[in-house]
């Protein structure tokens, strides 16, 4: 059974960082795309940042680029979502998401999801 458990969101100050983490069992890990996406109350979840590690493809949105990194650990099967000089916008509930053919940010690409960690940011 694919599972993946989204952690590491909080509440931050504008100009802040947070680091969140997912989680995943279930699957080859490497045969994966692995996604980060958000949700901000009343809009629709967007992209935000995806990584297949076996051919060094990363994608994030223009919303994030240069402010957020991602990684992953394929020992651990585990994907990071470094996230700096975050700014009120950035809140949102983020959802990590896997799906073996995936090759964008697009929602309904991903076919496994995990539940969201809530990210607040004050400004």
């Known amino acids: 059974e694919v599972q993946l458990q989204a952690s590491g969101g909080g509440l931050v100050q504008a100009g802040g960082s947070l680091r969140l983490s997912c989680a995943t069992s279930?699957?080859?890990?490497?045969?994966?795309?692995i996604g980060w996406f958000r949700q901000a109350p009343g809009k629709e979840r967007e992209g935000v940042s995806s990584?297949?590690?076996?051919?060094?493809?990363?994608l994030y949105a223009d919303s994030v680029k240069g402010r957020f990194t991602i990684s992953s650990d394929n020992a651990k099967n585990m994907v990071y979502l470094q996230m700096n000089n975050l700014k009120p916008e950035d809140t949102a509930v983020y959802y990590c998401?896997?799906?073996?053919?995936?090759?964008?940010?697009?929602?309904?690409?991903?076919?496994?999801w995990g539940q969201g960690t809530q990210v607040t940011v004050s400004s």
């Open positions: 990584i297949r590690s076996t051919i060094n493809s990363i």
């Open positions: 279930g699957f080859t890990f490497d045969d994966y795309a």
């Open positions: 998401a896997a799906d073996p053919l995936a090759r964008t940010l697009w929602v309904f690409e991903y076919e496994y």
